[in-house]
């Protein structure tokens, strides 16, 4: 069953009102995965409190992890901010991976989920301050002139 929010996107309807997820487990969760695509915060809000659901934590941690390789950058962006929104620390040497990825749009979600899924995120930030995308590098830089001048002297 697919439903069609105000934003125009399609959402599978797997996530509902009650973070409930239907239909067989692999078929729910791939379907879920493609609604915390979706551009209404609220779909992506139920998908990932229905994937958390399904899989449990570890495995909705798990699951999304293994979508960061996805080829597909949306795919990357959406399990990246799932994951921030999970605070998943024990996913911190997953997401430096992204600190390379070719999409700068992923590369500045990383940067702004880095407190909630790192443990010491200085050092990504510091190598993000020297990013070849102008907007990435600028964030990055923001980012650490907000740091107390304690951390970032090193």
Do not use: H, I
């Not at 080829?71 to 992204?98: F, H, I, K, Y």
């Amino acid at each position: 069953m697919s439903l069609r929010g105000d934003s125009g996107w399609e959402s599978s309807g797997v996530a509902n009102g009650w973070g409930e997820a239907a239909g067989s487990d692999e078929q729910a969760t791939d379907d879920l995965l493609k609604d915390l695509e979706d551009v209404d915060p609220s779909v992506r809000l139920s998908a990932l409190r229905a994937l958390k659901r399904l899989l449990a934590r570890e495995g909705a941690v798990r699951r999304l992890c293994g979508e960061l390789a996805s080829s597909a950058s949306r795919r990357r962006r959406a399990s990246l901010q799932a994951l921030a929104q999970l605070e998943a620390v024990e996913a911190g040497s997953e997401v430096w991976r992204l600190a390379d990825d070719p999409d700068p749009e992923v590369r500045l979600s990383l940067l702004r989920s880095a407190n909630a899924l790192l443990v010491d995120p200085e050092p990504l930030v510091r190598y993000m301050s020297t990013d070849p995308d102008p907007l990435v590098r600028e964030s990055a830089q923001e980012w650490r002139r907000k740091l107390p001048s304690a951390v970032t002297s090193s």
